[in-house]
């Protein structure tokens, strides 16, 4: 079965960073463009970024883009958002999809939160 768990969230300050893991197993990882979302407290589902199979083409939510990377290590089944310079406004629950833009297969989720 096609799993992806999130790993690597937690409470930071403002300008702070984070690393988020997301591990994939139950299907070929390698072969799948990836992609991150994330949902805000009361808000809707946000996305935020997609990388090729390869990991070298990648995009991003202007929301985002220049503070936070996505990146992929394909022998690891592992997909990776290094976050930084965090704003309040990143705290969220912060989801691995499986495919590009909205994916079709979610993890469950980590959780971050910018606070002072």
């Known amino acids: 079965e096609v799993q992806l768990e999130e790993s690597g969230g937690g409470m930071v300050h403002p300008g702070g960073s984070l690393r988020l893991s997301c591990a994939a197993s139950?299907?070929?990882?390698?072969?799948?463009?990836m992609t991150w979302v994330r949902q805000a407290p009361g808000k809707g589902l946000e996305w935020l970024s997609v990388?090729?199979?390869?990991?070298?083409?990648?995009y991003y939510a202007d929301s985002v883009k220049g503070r936070f990377t996505i990146s992929r290590d394909n022998a690891k089944n592992t997909l990776y958002l290094q976050m930084n310079s965090l704003k309040p406004e990143d705290t969220a629950l912060y989801y691995c999809?499986?495919?590009?833009?909205?994916?079709?297969?979610w993890g469950q989720g980590t959780q971050v939160t910018v606070s002072s």
């Open positions: 999809a499986r495919g590009g833009y909205w994916g079709d297969y």
């Open positions: 990388i090729n199979p390869g990991g070298f083409s990648t």
């Open positions: 139950g299907f070929t990882f390698s072969t799948y463009d």
